[in-house]
Nanobody, 121 residues
Framework: QVRLVESGGRLVQPGDSLRLSCVAS????????SGWFRQAPGMEREFVAA????????YYRDSVRGRFTISRDKSKNTVYLQMNSLKPEDTAVYYC??????????????WGQGTQVTVSS
């Protein structure tokens, strides 16, 4: 059973930086794409960023491109989301996802439980 565990979410001020981590366990993680999604209260879960297993291809939603960076450390089975210049509208629960194919849709096979990011002064 594949398990994804996110960490790193907390309360920060506008303009601050934060790095989220997602550790995978319980399976074989070769050729697995990973993604980050977020969900604000009363809103649909939305795509944030995704990365292929090789790390050679990345996707970002327009509102975070240039501020967020997705990366992975295969030796640690960990995917990161570096978030810079955070804005109040980035406030949401952030979810890690993994699956066979990189996509901006919610078609991933595995999901974490989420970590709360709050951006407020």
């Amino acid at each position: 059973q594949v398990r994804l565990v996110e960490s790193g979410g907390r309360l920060v001020q506008p303009g601050d930086s934060l790095r989220l981590s997602c550790v995978a366990s319980g399976g074989t993680f070769s050729n697995i794409a990973s993604g980050w999604f977020r969900q604000a209260p009363g809103m649909e879960r939305e795509f944030v960023a995704a990365i292929t297993w090789s790390g050679g291809v990345t996707y970002y939603r327009d509102s975070v491109r240039g501020r967020f960076t997705i990366s992975r450390d295969k030796s640690k089975n960990t995917v990161y989301l570096q978030m810079n210049s955070l804005k109040p509208e980035d406030t949401a629960v952030y979810y890690c996802a993994a699956g066979r194919q990189i996509t901006t849709a919610r078609d991933y096979d595995y999901w974490g439980q989420g970590t709360q990011v709050t951006v407020s002064s």
